[in-house]
């Protein structure tokens, strides 16, 4: 196994972005944790598969699910489904479904096998807690609700999502409270992350400060 550097956080925080770019900086292969999560959602609510069905029919289902990475985009049985799940739809849909423990072991059999060969930096809620936690480095980002609902805005703008300020931010804290508060491997902070807030930090200062975390 290679190194392996962990960030989790709750949305907005900045976690896709900064991942990128520090594993570009070092070399490492990037995994966004939260994008296997998206495509089991869209995959489950392609087939109208609620949270309500049971086990049974969500595992059908999952056995016929092959995601893949590729230059940055998300496949699903080898169809790019990148833009899909960046849908609001799929923002309430991962939420949900990722208190499944179902799903959780099924995407954290996928997550380890991925990190096995190469040096990685992975992003998402319990990569610090629960997928590694035996992290060569771990961090926490995480930025003020407000901050991180005009980010979540300014996304949704940029890929022409409509959604009001009021909803982005109505969306963004209803997701924290479930990913945080779900009983299993809800997002908290490890012990032994470096935290970091975000709120008042433009991309390349967070990005610095981490490198610099990271090679302590
Ligand atoms: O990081 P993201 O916003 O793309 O993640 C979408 C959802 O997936 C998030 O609301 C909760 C879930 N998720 C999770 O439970 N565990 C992870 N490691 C990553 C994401």
């Known amino acids: 196994m290679g190194k392996v550097i962990a960030i989790d956080g709750p949305s907005g925080a900045g976690k896709s972005t900064i991942a990128k770019l520090i594993a570009r900086e070092l070399g490492f292969d990037y995994l966004d944790t939260g994008a296997l999560y998206r495509a089991v959602a869209f995959a489950l609510r ?4 609620d949270i309500k ?5 969500i595992m059908d289902l999952l056995l016929k699910v092959n995601i893949s990475f590729n230059n940055g985009r998300v496949f699903l049985n080898g169809r790019d489904i ?11 849909y991962s939420s949900v479904f990722s208190t499944k423990k179902i799903v959780r072991d099924f995407l954290l059999t ?5 990190a096995t060969i190469n040096n990685i930096v992975v992003e998402g809620r319990d990569t610090t807690t629960v997928a590694f936690p035996d992290a060569w480095k771990k961090i926490y980002l995480d930025a003020s609700p407000d901050e991180r609902a005009k980010r979540r805005y300014l996304q949704f703008k940029d890929k022409a999502i409509y959604a ?6 109505r969306e963004v804290i209803e997701r924290d409270r479930r990913d945080s ?7 908290k902070k490890a012990e032994d992350a470096f935290f970091i807030d975000s709120s008042n930090m433009s991309v390349e200062q967070a990005k610095e ?3 610099r975390f990271i090679k302590t």
């Open 46 to 49: 392609k087939v109208d598969i």
């Open 53 to 57: 069905d049971d086990d049974k029919k």
């Open 82 to 92: 990148s833009s899909e799940i960046r849908s609001r739809e799929i923002d309430y």
């Open 110 to 114: 996928i997550q380890r096998k991925l």
């Open 164 to 169: 009001t300020m009021d909803e982005a931010k």
């Open 181 to 187: 508060n779900r009983d299993i491997a809800p997002l």
């Open 209 to 211: 400060e981490i490198l």
